[in-house]
T-cell receptor
Framework: DAGITQSPRHKVTETGTPVTLRCHQTENHRYMYWYRQDPGHGLRLIHYSYGVKDTDKGEVSDGYSVSRSKTEDFLLTLESATSSQTSVYFC??????????FGPGTRLTVT | KNEVEQSPQNLTAQEGEFITINCSYSVGISALHWLQQHPGGGIVSLFMLSSGKKKHGRLIATINIQEKHSSLHITASHPRDSAVYICAVGDFGNEKLTFGTGTRLTIIP
């Protein structure tokens, strides 16, 4: 299995608080992605990175920001969490475009 | 933007049955993935294919590029095959994947 970890694995937070999720890889892969998974929807891309300090928006990026200061770490920040951001968040990595490996997921609940 | 549709959304079958899950997409692609997600679990890539057919154990994936359609087959299904199966496609010149909403498969002993 690709070496991808996510932290925390579970988090409950209150509306309006900032939240940061971390994705860490040991594979030295170029691309990293953040997705959210909600019932009735496929995985939806929030942001992705194609290198250190190189990031771009996905289809559901409003309310989220990302940073990648090192190859191995990709951080997802919710500046002011809302209940609509309650979801399961997956990080993925790839070296070759299209072949992605997924982390274990983070379940976030915003109350 | 590519539109990915999977059918059926839910499938319940008896152990031993032959299973088929379908995926169709709207725009030509460079590659298609089949992924598996067990309840409460992570997501695992089963296949990546751009033409023809691939086989791994009891799982077979086929793709028809002209018809923009792929199928995932499971032979001699087993309760441990119970999971959500997700189809995802990659567009040409694009680092991103578009995902279907998944097919929830339940195999009853």
């Amino acid at each position: 299995d690709a070496g991808i970890t996510q932290s925390p694995r579970h988090k409950v937070t209150e509306t309006g608080t900032p939240v940061t999720l971390r994705c860490h890889q040991t594979e030295n892969h170029r691309y990293m992605y953040w997705y959210r998974q909600d019932p009735g929807h496929g995985l939806r891309l929030i942001h992705y990175s194609y290198g250190v300090k190189d990031t771009d928006k996905g289809e559901v990026s409003d309310g989220y920001s990302v940073s990648r200061s090192k190859t191995e770490d990709f951080l997802l920040t919710l500046e002011s969490a809302t209940s609509s951001q309650t979801s399961v968040y997956f990080c993925a990595i790839s070296e070759f475009v299209y072949e992605q490996y997924f982390g274990p997921g983070t379940r976030l609940t915003v109350t | 933007k590519n539109e990915v549709e999977q059918s059926p959304q839910n499938l319940t079958a008896q152990e031993g049955e032959f299973i088929t899950i379908n995926c169709s997409y709207s725009v030509g692609i460079s590659a298609l993935h089949w992924l598996q997600q067990h309840p409460g679990g992570g997501i695992v890539s089963l296949f990546m294919l751009s033409s023809g057919k691939k086989k791994h154990g009891r799982l077979i994936a086929t793709i028809n590029i002209q018809e923009k359609h792929s199928s995932l087959h499971i032979t001699a299904s087993h309760p441990r095959d119970s999971a959500v199966y997700i189809c995802a496609v990659g567009d040409f010149g694009n680092e991103k994947l578009t995902f279907g909403t998944g097919t929830r498969l339940t195999i009853i002993p």
